[in-house]
């Protein structure tokens, strides 16, 4: 008897994209919640609130930014450089404020994702975001001294004060907090050289919290934590109007610092993954669902988080599964070991917010900047200053605006030089017609930083005639520039010099059209070549002299 077989029997068993890579997802999933699980709670200490709220932020944000998100292996939560920005905020808003601000962040963010505005991080220069990420470094690490030396003070709503509150404090100094802070430093620093999945962070923490139940040492622990999943509630002021429009700068400084963080995350990612590259107008909508949404939850405004983002590419994280799978696994940890969770000493989340944010400098980009150009070095150092100094948002315009003029300064520098005649003359040409010629090189874009230096130039050559300038390598010019170069064809129309381009680039022969100069100085005083325009000058000297002895002839 013959076996019959259906031929969909025969085809092979294939699962959706999305559980294709499910084994790899599911270690760099749960690889990313055991590293998440720490931070999230040491962030939300960090930002002046329940450490609840970090593990609620880290399971929802976390989740729905993985669906919704644009890049297929970021791991979203609380991060240090939200932390900086929320203590501010929180301590002079209080909790159902950041509530608010952190929905209309949101809000922001899709907008902006929704208006293809996600390119736009790629224009923030290298020195800016060195500086501010090292500027962040420096106060999260000093932000976390008073919990590292076991004081218990109340929250400043700026750095530098409450740095200064804890140095005058010094004396109640808890040395059994230092050194439960020192075990989580020492374990996360020599941990990392054993081959072991596990992070230095958990294992510091354990053992922290461990020797401190075990001797019973009186220091401040991080308290109660409810063993419940996050729950939807309702946010308090939403109707006040008043109140939103004097939340909207913080909603603006947390939906820029989330944008620029998550997109910078992803970029990251992309580098050390060869599969889908992310999409920056899909991830800051992702990110702002994400915040839009947490805050109903208790949760605070959450980025992607480089550091957890590597951790679940390395260990095999490839798609969007990933971060659901890290969500997951937080929420069944906060469910299991909640109540172990409230035993952690402060001091114990202190030494790991510290080591991270020693980490957090970007040491090779201090290098490179100093070995490249002071300018550039410069411009990060005074981000850095006015991030520590003042606040994150006015560290960010203020880099941008010395690094634009900075810019404007290189551009303005104009490389405009008069051609030796020996390079541009050919042998024939009257001796006459090249003392009464000048060719001038202009490189690089003709622009308003460059305007007035051009002008006043070209017209330091009193007894010319006939001026060409090579455009060859002229890209685009500005309105500045082309009233410049309107404002000299006229002075030396007035001189009876005759204007003459060279090499016209098509942008910039289409604004000379557009503008009505290029009717002007007329297209027979444009030529595709140096050379073409010598020889027409050549053969119309050579008409002109030639024209009296025509005549005379004739008369003869």
């Known amino acids: 008897m013959t076996e019959l077989t259906s031929s969909r029997d025969r085809l092979p068993l294939t699962l959706p994209p999305l559980f294709a890579h499910w084994r790899g997802d599911l270690t760099g999933g749960l690889t990313a919640a055991i590293v998440a699980l720490p931070l999230a709670l040491a962030f939300a200490i960090a930002s002046g609130v329940d450490p609840k709220a970090g593990l609620y932020t880290a399971i929802v944000a976390g989740t729905l930014a993985a669906v919704f998100g644009g890049s297929p292996v970021q791991i979203t939560g609380p991060t240090g450089a939200m932390a900086v920005i929320l203590i501010g905020i929180v301590a002079k808003y209080g909790i159902?404020?950041?509530?608010?601000?952190?929905?209309?962040?949101?809000?922001?963010?899709?907008?902006?994702?929704?208006?293809?505005?996600?390119?736009?991080?790629?224009?923030?220069?290298?020195?800016?975001?060195?500086?501010?990420?090292?500027?962040?470094?420096?106060?999260?690490?000093?932000?976390?001294?008073?919990?590292?030396?076991?004081?218990?003070?109340p929250r400043s709503d700026h750095f530098l004060p409450g740095l200064w509150q804890t140095v005058t404090q010094l004396e109640a100094t808890q040395w059994a907090a230092v050194g439960l802070a020192l075990v989580v430093v020492m374990t996360k620093l020599f941990w990392g050289r054993l081959s072991t999945p596990i992070p230095g962070s958990l294992v510091g923490l354990v053992l922290a919290t461990a020797i401190a139940a075990g001797f019973h040492l009186h220091v401040p622990t991080?308290?109660?934590?409810?063993?419940?999943?996050?729950?939807?509630?309702?946010?308090?002021?939403?109707?006040?109007?008043?109140?939103?429009?004097?939340?909207?700068?913080?909603?603006?400084?947390?939906?820029?610092?989330?944008?620029?963080?998550?997109?910078?995350?992803?970029?990251?990612?992309?580098?050390?993954?060869?599969?889908?590259?992310?999409?920056?107008?899909?991830?800051?909508?992702g990110q702002g669902i994400a915040n839009i949404v947490v805050p109903f939850f208790g949760g605070i405004p959450a980025t992607g988080a480089i550091a957890r983002t590597a951790v679940n590419v390395r260990a095999g994280g490839k798609t969007r599964l990933s971060g659901v799978i890290h969500g997951l696994a937080l929420a069944l940890i906060m469910l299991t070991l909640a109540?172990?969770?409230?035993?952690?000493?402060?001091?114990?989340?202190?030494?790991?917010?510290?080591?991270?944010?020693?980490?957090?400098?970007?040491?090779?980009?201090?290098?490179?900047?100093?070995?490249?150009?002071?300018?550039?070095?410069?411009?990060?150092?005074?981000?850095?200053?006015?991030?520590?100094?003042?606040?994150?948002?006015?560290?960010?315009?203020?880099g941008l605006i010395a690094a634009g003029a900075l810019f404007i300064k290189r551009m303005s520098?104009?490389?405009?030089?008069?051609?030796?005649?020996?390079?541009?003359?050919?042998?024939?040409?009257?001796?006459?017609?090249?003392?009464?010629?000048?060719?001038?090189?202009?490189?690089?874009?003709?622009?308003?930083?460059?305007?007035?230096?051009?002008?006043?130039?070209?017209?330091?050559?009193?007894?010319?005639?006939?001026?060409?300038?090579?455009?060859?390598?002229?890209?685009?010019?500005?309105?500045?520039?082309?009233?410049?170069?309107?404002?000299?064809?006229?002075?030396?129309?007035?001189?009876?010099?005759?204007?003459?381009?060279?090499?016209l680039q098509p942008e910039v022969e289409r604004l000379l059209e557009r503008s009505g100069l290029l009717g002007h100085i007329g297209l027979d005083n444009c030529f595709e070549t140096t050379d073409a325009a010598i020889r027409s000058l050549t053969s119309h000297t050579a008409l002109t002299d030639s024209a009296p002895k025509e005549l005379a002839t004739l008369e003869t």
């Open 413 to 503: 520098d104009l490389n405009l030089a008069k051609v030796p005649e020996a390079e541009v003359f050919p042998p024939g040409v009257p001796l006459e017609l090249s003392k009464q010629t000048a060719v001038y090189r202009v490189d690089g874009p003709l622009f308003f930083g460059a305007a007035e230096r051009f002008a006043t130039f070209l017209r330091d050559e009193p007894e010319v005639k006939y001026l060409i300038l090579r455009l060859r390598f002229v890209p685009n010019m500005d309105t500045t520039g082309l009233v410049a170069l309107e404002d000299i064809y006229h002075d030396l129309n007035r001189r009876g010099c005759r204007l003459i381009l060279s090499g």
């Open 96 to 153: 159902e404020k950041v509530w608010l601000a952190g929905v209309m962040a949101g809000i922001i963010q899709v907008a902006l994702g929704a208006a293809k505005l996600g390119q736009l991080v790629k224009f923030i220069p290298y020195p800016v975001t060195a500086g501010f990420t090292n500027g962040i470094a420096v106060i999260i690490f000093f932000g976390q001294l008073n919990n590292f030396l076991g004081l218990q003070l």
């Open 222 to 285: 991080i308290g109660t934590i409810p063993q419940t999943l996050p729950m939807p509630h309702g946010i308090p002021h939403w109707s006040d109007f008043g109140l939103i429009r004097e939340l909207i700068n913080p909603a603006l400084a947390l939906a820029a610092l989330g944008s620029i963080e998550s997109l910078l995350s992803a970029v990251v990612a992309d580098g050390m993954t060869v599969s889908e590259k992310h999409n920056s107008d899909r991830e800051l909508i």
């Open 339 to 398: 109540p172990l969770a409230a035993q952690i000493p402060l001091a114990a989340l202190a030494g790991i917010l510290m080591v991270t944010s020693v980490r957090m400098i970007e040491w090779d980009a201090i290098g490179l900047l100093l070995r490249a150009t002071y300018a550039d070095f410069a411009v990060m150092m005074l981000t850095w200053l006015v991030t520590i100094g003042f606040d994150l948002v006015l560290a960010v315009e203020v």
